[in-house]
């Protein structure tokens, strides 16, 4: 096994893992602040990928240029969301607030294969199919463009929530309920925000994912586990963690594809997982 | 209750069961379709089922027989065959035809030998579907170890007529129920086909769920394999392709020595030039041959934006599983379930318009001496390309794309 | 209390005159409702008893059904040795799961993430194990008979639905006298407030694995009644997400941790899943992914509306204990 075989394999899966980080970042904002388990996050990372897909048949438009208007109206229907539907399930049991969203994800799935039938959706962009050469490395040119894009989404986010007065309310609420609630803050409107916020995410790591995979209805449920997988291992309520945690995952799995058999590479991320919440359960970045 | 009255009611029941069939001495056939319309199949049920809607029409000039189709889509999940079968057996059907996908024709199987109706495959390639020792299900459609054997068999007739000798193969395979039982007939024929110049130098089997195929690729080109012989389904067919051009991976070839996906219209769609020259040694219809011609005139009024071709595999054995049950009710002329069945035994299809010899149906009801053909993508069509006597081109390998 | 009594009497008694009106269709059907029924009260067994959402239950389902279906196909040994191989690994599994989560402290989401990576794993390496057939999956002998093998648990389909009639009785009668008993208060308690219960001096450690190991022994026969009526098991079918969604379906609609949910949860959706499929090809709309978006509709709405389930929601107009 060469060093480059090794080298070019690692580089990808950093690559890749940091769009899945960024999906996962969404879903640790919602999952840390607001406390619902949203098995609904991957079809909603399915649905911003379609949108991609429509706004590139449509008018030509490039995923990158789609992200704002895709993730502008995520938002609006993530705040929507949590206000109408899961607002009044915060307090539910848990089994509860699962299964809601899992109606919710059994609607949507379904809806985008009534909508778009089962065939393979794509983006064909000349540049998804070059690479950069660097020596015996070959960088895929689209990939390296995404995990772009999802380090600048994190950076914004992050920039959110450490300076804006929005951004610092939210964290109070997700810290501690009842004091921001004492202090008159607004929590149900923050959850809803926070909620749209974490759309807001899921759709630009849609538009960034829609050029390296195709789109298919079942996708949803597989990046739904994904999502939980790697936010687990990077830490709730961390956003570095999400991000960590997703190239920790992505490397991971490549390297567990080769040098173990490629079919058995999730595998070692459920393993891992598994580890995790026995050995540290706030994950790697995670506060208790 | 005591056992004697546990059987007379259970002989109650079956007699109250059988009374539909012996009512419906009517003059049509009801032929009960059960194909994955949704679910992750219903691409390629969608596409039998193209192959089914055309059949009544064809089947009434050909055979003067009137047969009437009644469609169910078991959302390939095997629990709903089984319950859809059931229905379907329930609503009259004479008989069953489908279901492309091996664990629900093994469900639908027991349902059809336990009711004692007809089961005719249309597409399923496990071998022990044909092993259990049933009277009432036929398989008009390779198993896994006939796929391969001639799958290979035409890949040594590729390279003789093509004048090439790769001496090495890398092996790459989805690790489903189809890639295992292909990996295994493939492990098993190899050996005992010596006239292939080559070498299987690496194996690589895949999640066919994956949407991310680097690894297996990087792993692939390490290889340093002449060509790329390749047992996979449309997705992933799809986005190897692509990161073979991002990894600038340039084989021989990609060859297939009996799978699904690279003469599937999708793969074209998304691929474009990129589909050009793959090769796949699957089971075809023969473009030459009388009822080909027929199948493909209903199937262009049917579908008038569509091609038959791209439908060519799904949609020719759909209407040939159909063709079977028509042709044994015109001689049985009943339809009672047992009469068909045997029938169904009797059958000799020489008009037909897939490859290979008649169809007639062994003591296990499978059909042998099924062909394959060699298709290779050409001109963003699949082209059958061998053998000769079925070909409307000239093979190309390797491919123009090849870099040593 | 007498009311009860009466109304499960009735019950009893339609149940086991079904077949002399029901078709094979309907029998069929009746058998899925059962299976579901049974396989749901031993989910509620851990999740309503004992407050533990596991979403990975298909874990034993598929071992169990792995387990006696390895042993017929390899050895021969019918389904009553295989049963006690197929509980016996469930419940070491149950146990080792348990004790990682509840010596760890993992609990709620967590738990519940726990038990679906578990099932992930195992699907995933299952797909690897030759020995049990692989991704290709594994196919029992079938061998129709009309006679009742009871022995290899072979024969026609009327045996399945009394087999499963049977235990789905013995499942219900087995929980209304636990939940009645010094186990059941302690369960309850658990679930009400751990902390609470713990001070009280309950062994609350020792209760929960009860409660896993209970459950998964349930599970596990489940898991060897597919074996044997379905025949055919693969990986990929058996130990999926979806079919551990499937399977707290029924308890969720039902009513989590009532006795008589589960049951009634598991007749509401199979007739429910089959009777839009009937409404849908009457009114002609054959488009693939409707039936599943009126299906997850509804599910939507009973979890919004009744959040507790529809059974004790019907129990309170019966004027019957849930």
Redesign the interface.
Known sequence: MSVDLVANVVIAGVLTGLVYGLMALGLSVIFGVVRVVNFAHGEMMTVAMYAATILFAAFKLDPFLAMLPVAALFFVLGYALQAGLINPFITRPEHSQFMLLVAVAIVMVNAMLMIFGPDARNVQLDYQLESFEIGKILIDKARLYAAGAALVAAAALFCFFRYSLTGKAIRACADNYLGAKVVGLNVKKYYAFTFGLGSACVAVAGCAMALLVDVTPPLGPYYTLLAFVIVIVGGLGSMTGALLGGVLIGVSEALAGLFITPSAKSMFSFGLLILVLLLRPQGLLGRR | MNRRN?NR??A??AA??AVPYVRAQSPKLKIGVILP????L??IG?SCQKGADLAPGVIRDLLGVDIELM?A?F?SN??TA??RA??L??EGANVLVGPFD??AA??IA?VA???GVPFVINIAA?P?ITE?GYKFVFRNFQTAGDIVRNGLALMGELFQATNTVPRTAVFMHV???F???MA?GIGAFMPRLTQLPFKIVDT????P????????V??AK?ANADFLMLVCR??DA??LR?EM????WNPMGIVSPGSPGMYEE?YF??L?K?SEHSISNVPWYNPNAKLTKVVEKAFLKQNPKDKLVFHGLNAGFTFEAILVAADAYKRAKSTDAKTLADAIRQTNITEKMTLGGPIKFNEKGQVEGIGSACVQNLNLTPTVVLPTNAATAKPVFPAPYYKK | MKKEFVYLGILAVLMLALPAVAGPYWLSVATLILYFAYTGQAWNVMMGFAGQLSLGHSLYVGVGAYAAGAIFFHYGIGPWAGLWVAMLLCVALGLVIGFLAFRFGISGVYFALLTIAFAEFTRIGFDHLDWLGGPGGMFLKVAQRDTWDVLNFRGPPLMYYYSMLLLTALAFLGCYFLLKSRAGYYWQAIRENEEAAQALGINTFRWKMAAVALSAAMTSISGVFFAFYYNNLFPHEIFSMNRSIELILGPVIGGIGTLFGPIFGAAVLTLLSDGITEALAALGWEIPGIKQVFYGLVLLAVVMFLPHGIWPAIAKRLKIRA
């Open positions: 546990f009611a259970l109650a029941s109250l069961a319309k949704s679910g992750y219903s691409f969608q469609n889509d959302e095997v629990d089984r319950t059931e229905r057996i329930q091996s664990g093994a469900a027991q030998e336990q009711r496990a022990q259990q690790n489903d129920t890639g295992q039982a295994k690589i089997s895949y999640d769920a994956a949407k991310d195929l680097t690894v297996e990087s792993k390490a449309l997705n799809i986005i692509r051009v991002k990894q600038r999708q769609k998304a474009g990129l």
